[in-house]
Structure formats: structure tokens, C-alpha cells
């Protein structure tokens, strides 16, 4: 059997987009072969293709997506609770339990993480520590498209806890891509009186007054510091996340809370940036900073366990279905229309 995948590779700065076939992967013990139904496209992703990543995690030229749920065609010897026909989606880290950071509990900063990428296929071989770890089945009245947003979603719950809000917070967020979009829900869902969000198109920010923002504001016509003191009685935000990842919305998002607040850093700068703290604000202001990697497994049940109630719906934040062979223009769209947030590719 063949498979359609995605190749990214960086070559002196050129994105490089491949769609090539391969064999259909082989699975050993422990690990399931799944037939991918729905992957959805992510910040992350873009990343890589525009600047690379963190070796420690991907080394491109590679297949590459990690948002993905599909049907389970094949097990391995020794696999426990899974069958053909399973409607499952995982996580696409797999911590060793062992290390110093998992023995502490912060098992995504796990010294010996395993990584899955290659979601952007039909099929994809799961590691038999995902299996173990890090795998959530799909009940039948959730789709597919669903279920791939887990992944980010655990992500968010992840720096939701971090941020710690609680019911009567004013709340600010840098950004209103798909990351800023599901922090605005759960920020709702965790009891946050007001939430207000910024970004620099007007398109992304209407879809945030229909998912339910208290104030937007746009970045290009108005300083987002300042709207932000308006809006509190010059006080600033109780919680402020940064949901972009550029050093100069980091330095905004501490001028942005109020006195005592605290500040999550959640969207990843590119390697080997840096970013100014001021000491005066952070000293006699006795500001919170705090940022968010990635998640654990029980964020991932999580995610998936609040998708499946309906507590938080996702679905609406895919705006495009796609197939597998148009993944370069999916990544064209992404990089340049100013109303798409999340793409659903189907192979």
C-alpha cells in the first residue's frame, strides 16, 4: 500500500513542500497502525516550515503534523485495550516516566521525551510508549476534526492551570489565531467575568466577539497597552496570556496586568531570542510570570473529556477542509488569508 505525505524541509530559508509516496509504515510490538481521518493544521506547524524548530523535538526534512485522529487498522503483538476498528487520536508526546522531570511530575519537560510527527498522511505508525501513555479512544458521537484539536486544547489547559484564573477575573489575550481562540473559551468556561483580546486583523478578532470576547482590540489602529489600561480603569488585566510568541508581545503582555497579576507566556519565541523584563514592574508591582510547554497525558484526557461533553466546542474554529494533496496551498492559505484558523486535511 502507498501513502501520500508531506516532506518539509529548510533549505537556506526556501520553504520546501513535498507531497511524495512511501511505503505504508510497518508496526512492531506494542505499537497500532492507524489510518488517519482528519488532521488539522497548527501554528506549530507553520513554524516549522518558516523558521525550524527545536532539534531536540523535530529535525526537518521530516513528515511532519501532529494534530490528528483516525482508525486503527492494525496491532502489534502485546497491545492491551486497543482493536481494529478503534476510533482513537494521540497525543504527540510520550514521556518515559523515569527522568528526574517525570519523577517530579512535569512530564512534558521529560529529559527523554518521545516525539510523534507525521500526521500530514494516511497513515501513522503510533510508538508503543504512546500507546502505553498517551492514547485517547473517541466516543462515536464525536468527529474526527473534533478530536484532532485535542492536542492543542490539552496544551491550553495546560497554561490555563499555569495561569491560574479564577471566576471574576479580567483576562487579556495577545492574539486571536486558533491558540487565542481556544484560550478565550476556556478563560469563559473557567469563570472569567470579562475577556478581552487583541490581534492585528480585524477578521479574527470579529470571530472572537462571536465566541463570546467582552472588548477586542485591533493592534494596528490602537496600542494594545493602553486599550488594555482603558478598559480596566487603568488598572490592567488580572491574567494576561500571550498567544503569538514574539519577544516584543512578551514585553507588552507585563505592561498589560495589574499590580499582583499575573502574566503567562505561552506562545513559543523563535530559538535563541530574548526578551526584557523590567525589574521596576516586576519588583514593586509583584507581578507573576510564568510560561507553558506543550502537556501531559492527563491534559490530553483531559482535552479530549471536555470535547466530548460538549463543555468546550472546537468545532467551530475549522474553517477549511482540504485534501491531503493540497497541503502547500493549506500552508499558503494559512500564512496569508486573514479569516482562516484552522484547516482539517482529509487524505
Request: proline letters at 3%.
Given at each position: 500500500m502507498i501513502e501520500e505525505i508531506m516532506q518539509a524541509a529548510m533549505l537556506?530559508?526556501?520553504?520546501?513542500?513535498?507531497?511524495?509516496?512511501?511505503?505504508?509504515p510497518k508496526i512492531g510490538s506494542g505499537e497500532v497502525l492507524v489510518k488517519i481521518k482528519a488532521a488539522t493544521t497548527c501554528g506549530t506547524d507553520l513554524k516549522i516550515l518558516q523558521?525550524?524548530?527545536?532539534?531536540?523535538?523535530?529535525?526537518?526534512?521530516?513528515?511532519?503534523?501532529?494534530?490528528?485522529?483516525?482508525?486503527?487498522?492494525?496491532?502489534?503483538?502485546?497491545?492491551?485495550?486497543?482493536?481494529?476498528?478503534?476510533?482513537?487520536?494521540?497525543?504527540?508526546?510520550?514521556p518515559c516516566l523515569r527522568c528526574e522531570m517525570c519523577r517530579r511530575g512535569k512530564y512534558n519537560l521529560c529529559e527523554d521525551m518521545l516525539w510523534l510527527w507525521g500526521a500530514y498522511a494516511e497513515y501513522i505508525r503510533v510508538p508503543a510508549r504512546t500507546v502505553r501513555v498517551n492514547v485517547q479512544q473517541?466516543?462515536?458521537?464525536?468527529?474526527?476534526?473534533?478530536?484532532?484539536?485535542?492536542?492543542?486544547?490539552?496544551?491550553?489547559?495546560?497554561?490555563?492551570?499555569?495561569?491560574?484564573?479564577?471566576?471574576?477575573?479580567?483576562?487579556?489575550?495577545?492574539?486571536?489565531?486558533?491558540?487565542?481562540?481556544?484560550?478565550?473559551?476556556?478563560?469563559?468556561?473557567?469563570?472569567a467575568a470579562r475577556v478581552i483580546i487583541?490581534?492585528?486583523?480585524?477578521?479574527?478578532?470579529?470571530?472572537?466577539?462571536?465566541?463570546?470576547?467582552?472588548?477586542?482590540?485591533?493592534?494596528?489602529?490602537?496600542?494594545?497597552?493602553?486599550?488594555?489600561?482603558?478598559?480596566?480603569?487603568?488598572y490592567g488585566a488580572d491574567?494576561?496570556?500571550?498567544?503569538?510568541?514574539?519577544?516584543?508581545?512578551?514585553?507588552?503582555?507585563?505592561?498589560?496586568?495589574?499590580?499582583?497579576?499575573?502574566?503567562?507566556?505561552?506562545?513559543?519565541?523563535?530559538?535563541?531570542?530574548?526578551?526584557?523584563?523590567?525589574?521596576?514592574?516586576?519588583?514593586?508591582?509583584?507581578?507573576?510570570?510564568?510560561?507553558a510547554f506543550h502537556a501531559t497525558p492527563s491534559y490530553f484526557r483531559k482535552a479530549m473529556g471536555l470535547i466530548a461533553s460538549g463543555t468546550l466546542n472546537v468545532k467551530q474554529i475549522i474553517t477549511r477542509r482540504m485534501p491531503l494533496k493540497e497541503i502547500s496551498k493549506a500552508f499558503d492559505i494559512l500564512e496569508n488569508s486573514k479569516s482562516d484558523l484552522k484547516i482539517a486535511i482529509i487524505p
Open positions: 537556506y530559508g526556501v520553504k520546501d513542500l513535498r507531497v511524495e509516496e512511501v511505503k505504508k523558521r525550524g524548530y527545536l532539534d531536540r523535538i523535530i529535525r526537518v526534512p521530516t513528515v511532519f503534523g501532529h494534530e490528528w485522529a483516525g482508525e486503527v487498522v492494525d496491532v502489534g503483538e502485546g497491545v492491551v485495550g486497543l482493536e481494529k476498528g478503534n476510533r482513537i487520536r494521540a497525543g504527540n508526546s510520550a473517541i466516543p462515536q458521537h464525536v468527529s474526527y476534526e473534533e478530536a484532532a484539536i485535542a492536542e492543542p486544547l490539552a496544551c491550553v489547559l495546560h497554561g490555563a492551570d499555569r495561569a491560574g484564573i479564577r471566576l471574576g477575573d479580567t483576562v487579556a489575550i495577545i492574539g486571536a489565531g486558533p491558540i487565542g481562540l481556544l484560550h478565550l473559551i476556556t478563560a469563559k468556561k473557567l469563570g487583541s490581534d492585528l486583523v480585524e477578521e479574527r478578532l470579529a470571530f472572537a466577539r462571536k465566541l463570546g470576547a467582552d472588548g477586542t482590540i485591533h493592534a494596528k489602529h490602537e496600542d494594545n497597552v493602553e486599550a488594555v489600561k482603558r478598559m480596566t480603569n487603568g491574567v494576561v496570556v500571550e498567544a503569538i510568541g514574539l519577544p516584543v508581545t512578551w514585553e507588552q503582555a507585563l505592561r498589560m496586568v495589574r499590580k499582583g497579576g499575573m502574566v503567562l507566556e505561552f506562545g513559543g519565541c523563535p530559538p535563541g531570542t530574548t526578551f526584557a523584563l523590567s525589574t521596576e514592574l516586576i519588583h514593586y508591582g509583584e507581578i507573576t510570570v510564568r510560561a
